[in-house]
């Protein structure tokens, strides 16, 4: 019972920050119709920017508690924000000359971004794993014995004891906060009324006088920011970061968008959570060899059965 | 096009520079110029570095992000300032290639390639040539085969297929446990000739692969159909690396046995190749053999595709790439025809796995990556798709393109030891790919020849070929 509870933390965990890589996907395929391939290697690159400014503010800011976390919210911050501009800046230059082409343009071009992207980070920061000390330690127990933690919710005389770390409510907290703040963006604010409009009829919301090139830009922004967001929760949760770790998270996290439905946003997250609870307690306890090979077999058998998803409104083709 | 259509694509959004005005190419050059720095301010100006205890440190390099700037600038400024004078790289310009002269140009180029083993033996002589047909030649040629296999399934059924490196696999493998372990064992009179007995039953399993995934995925849509098959190509790639008792994961295969010349094998001894027809034993004799099998295996996947383009299958193939709707209300089984399409896709791709594992003498997963399915993928896509010279052309830029920058140790004395040329290889294809779908989103071909006319042949331009959503 422990040992699942435990599972189910780090699942939750793991897929709260598939649900904001996922949100990145859902989005941009909600109002272009693009598998944006490129935003596992965004998500990546994001990791990276973190990194690197953690490591100026750390010595900064120093080592108490309270400056670790102004670190990280100024790192959160600026990695949001700069991430949002690779994403803008790549939108730009591979993916806008493209609209209005055949449909598989921008997905082949996507393709070669991501090549672009993961051996760009490759070549300026070299192929050796990059790691950091772990910022936020220690965590609150839920059950074990008392004698390993102070205080125990509820205390075990011995066994399998339940953590949870304060980074995992870190990680939790973040992404819930800041998918209400983007709910509330895509539901209230004339920007998400703009970029639903978008989503449904470009082509009229066009002629209502909506910019639908900007709005599709925004769009991309706010996805990598999200991947941002992601990103620093990932740094905190693994502490270790390559290269080549945009791949598999990003197609994990894409399967997340269609199993949630996508274009739903809480699909997206719903999805997440999802996939993360199924590979943390597939590799507890089945294989963790074959945890991956779980992922993409719940992508396909989710595309092949149910293809719009959970959350997702069935796709009328119309000739 | 509806004129609504044209105002959205031409509408906001395009460069918004007027002609002639150079003050304009210098704004918009700092400002990319400007954009350049800021993306690159932390990713290039700190590398991450570790010292000899492991501990992580910043290295800070000024002059990296005032490069990408200036790159920035030049790049911007240079386009706008060549456009303001009216030359103009123009993407309209379709490479037409009337059908004479593509015939013309496909036989030189078939002399060609089966004159390059002696050209490479007369230009270089014999050690410096094995590594130009092996590395260079057999390299190319195997993406060549790869691309016309894939581009059954591509370009002509319209099928994007994001997993065919998996197929690949398939036939690699088949063929790395077929004649270690299957044929050693049970047929041990058959080892001579393991390989060409293998080729066809490689072929033959990756087709049957083909089906096995083809059947449930083909009734997706485009780019769910291309999402499913990257998913297949991840899976039969993770389980080769973890079911390690069959095939021994990221070790890998080796000592694979190598292809004879049609039962003598290659070696020096007395009933090897070269004793036999009494000529001196060299290695270089497999080599140039090796690259005579995969040309006669890539010519036979182009005659074969060709041949199929104009049978009643390979008609309903191009029928559902323009249309699948109207594809089964004129009664054509859909699924049946793209299974075919794919399954022979695929067994092509077996075909070329096989000869992998034969020239390599050692497979391992980690050939078998998404990577290669995307550099196959872009030799269709680039080329045109359905032309089966662009695919040629494309596949020959790409890896040997690529392949060559291994060549460039030269570019060590302008930029200092440290510089590795090979590391850029990935770099700059993943840019290409990019620069190359904006240049001419339709390919370097962009037509093609229709395979069915009235009176007269008219090629069809590639704007005209509209991507099937099957």
Known sequence: MEYFVQQLINGLTLGSIYGLIAIGYTMVFGIIGMVNFAHGDVFMLSTFIAL???????????TGAAAIVLALIIVLALAMLLTG????????????????????????????????????????????????????DGGLCLAGTTSAAKYCLFPTKAGFGVTLAYKQIIIMT???????????????????????????????????????????????????????????????????????????????????????????????????????????????????????????????????????????RPEVEKV | ???????????????????????????????????????????????????????????????????????????RFGGLALASTGTKISSKINWHIPPSLSRYFATAGLVFLVLYPLLMLALVGRAGSIKWIDNFGIQVMIYVMLGWGLNIVVGLAGLLDLGYVAFYAVGAYSYALLSTVVIPLYVPWLSPWAFWVCLPMAGLLAGVWGILLGLPVLRLRGDYLAIVTLAFGEIIRLVLINWTDVTKGYAGISGIP????????????????AARFGLEFTPLHRTIFL????????????????????????????????????????????????????????????????FFAARQNFISPESFTFNESAVILAAVVLGGMGSQLGVAIAAF????????????????????????????????????????MIWKPRGLIGTREPSLFIAEKKSISGDLVKEGHG
């Open chain 1, 52 to 62: 690197i400014l953690l490591m100026v503010l750390l010595p900064i800011v120093g």
């Open chain 1, 85 to 136: 501009l690779w994403n803008w800046a790549i939108e730009r230059i591979a993916y806008r000359p493209l609209r209005g082409s055949f449909r598989l343009a921008p997905l082949i071009s996507a393709i070669g971004m991501s090549i672009f992207l993961s051996n760009f980070v490759q070549v300026v920061q070299g192929p050796t794993n990059k790691s950091i000390v772990s910022l936020v």
């Open chain 1, 174 to 312: 973040i992404t819930a906060l800041l998918l209400a703040a983007f709910w509330y963006l895509v539901q209230k604010t004339p920007l998400g009324r703009a970029q639903r409009a978008c989503e449904q009829d470009s082509k009229m919301a066009r002629l209502l006088g909506i910019d639908v090139d900007r709005t599709i830009s925004i769009t991309f922004v706010m996805g990598a920011a999200l991947a941002a967001v992601a990103g620093v929760m990932y740094l905190l949760q693994y502490g270790i970061i390559s290269f080549s770790d945009g791949f598999v998270p990003g197609v994990k996290a894409f399967t997340a968008a269609v199993l949630g439905g996508i274009g739903s946003l809480p699909g997206a997250v719903l999805g997440g959570l999802i996939i993360g609870l199924i590979e943390s307690l597939w590799s507890a306890y089945f294989s963790i060899d074959y945890k991956d090979v779980a992922a993409f077999s719940i992508l396909a058998v989710t595309l092949i059965f149910l293809p719009s998803g959970i959350m997702g």
């Open chain 2, 1 to 75: 096009m509806t004129s609504i259509d044209h105002l959205v694509t031409t509408g906001r959004g395009q460069t918004k520079f007027v002609e002639g005005k150079l003050g304009t190419a210098v704004r918009e050059g700092v400002k990319f110029a400007a954009l350049m720095f800021c993306l690159s301010i932390p990713i290039l100006l700190l590398r991450i570095d570790s010292d000899i205890d492991h501990k992580p440190f910043l290295q800070l390099r000024w002059t990296w992000p005032l490069l990408a700037a200036a790159i920035g600038f030049l790049v």
């Open chain 2, 258 to 273: 190598r292809p004879s010349f049609f039962g003598l094998p290659f070696t020096a001894a007395d009933n090897g190749f």
């Open chain 2, 291 to 354: 690259f005579y099998v995969i040309l006669a295996l890539a010519l036979l996947t182009n005659w074969v595709s060709m041949r199929l383009r104009r049978l009643p299958v390979g008609r309903a193939w191009e029928a559902l790439r323009e249309d699948e709707i109207a594809c089964r209300s004129l009664g054509i089984n859909t699924t049946n025809t793209k299974l075919t399409a794919f399954a022979i896709g695929a067994s092509f791709a077996g075909m070329a796995g096989s």
């Open chain 2, 397 to 436: 830029a790409m890896v040997g393109g690529t392949e060559i920058l291994r060549e460039l140790d030269w570019l060590k004395a302008i930029f200092g030891n440290n510089f590795d040329p090979t590391q850029y290889r990935m770099l700059i294809f993943g840019f290409g790919m990019v620069a190359l």
